[in-house]
């Protein structure tokens, strides 16, 4: 399957750095949508289920757009240097690289989905196109804000002496530091009582979610505008949401928008 020729671009970021984007566009046939993939964060787009988007969508004629946040998968930087404003600007610097022609539907997971949300909405802000509906998994909207009330005292206190916490991985992996620049810059991007998106919003959410609990999605629908919104809750799911039976309603759940 051809997944997209590999491309660097480079996005000049507000420290006068400038990071190299790595990202991977495969066109859709005619009258076919564009999958745009969103990846959580300390995720990239090589993951399970990025891929596997990539696939399902190939096999329907779809195109696929997925790209890596700096500081993450073959994005140059590291990832304690970013911030939502940069990775927002790096979302939006693809999307223009890519020029998708025809529908677009954003897939956006857990850090993702909020990432998703915002470019979505700055999209109908300045009047460019936006896209025919968003899926999200597990959205980690307001992600910022909702790992820092549930930090303990410890860590608060560590982000405001070193301006650094390393947070413990719940996957077997080491732990791995939240800066203060990156909570402090996301204060700007929360949304508030009105998220004004229009498109309709389908979200998938797992009830033993233990990162982002499942009811911060129906807190979500309360403050989408869209009148067509869909939650499917998973009983027995946890964060990731990549077995074989959840990407199989994911995949149920993007057809729709073929």
Known sequence: MNSGKLQLLPVPAADGSTSSIAWRFRKAEENRTTFVWFSGFRSQMDGEKATALDAWSAGNGAGCLRFDYSGHGLSSGACEDGTISRWLAEADAVLEAAAVSGPSVFVGSSMGGWLSLLIARRLAELGRPTPAALVLIAP???????????????????LERDGVFLRPSAYGAEPYPITKTLVDDGE??????????????????GQQDADIPWRHSLDLIDRLAAPDIRLALVKDAQHRLSRPQDLALLFATLAEFL
Not at 140 to 158: G, S
């Open 140 to 158: 980690a909207w307001n992600m910022t804000r909702v790992m820092l009330d549930r930090f303990p005292p410890e860590a608060k206190a560590a």
């Open 188 to 205: 700007r991007h929360l949304f508030g009582e009105t998220i004004g998106i229009s498109a309709p919003v389908r979200i998938i959410h």
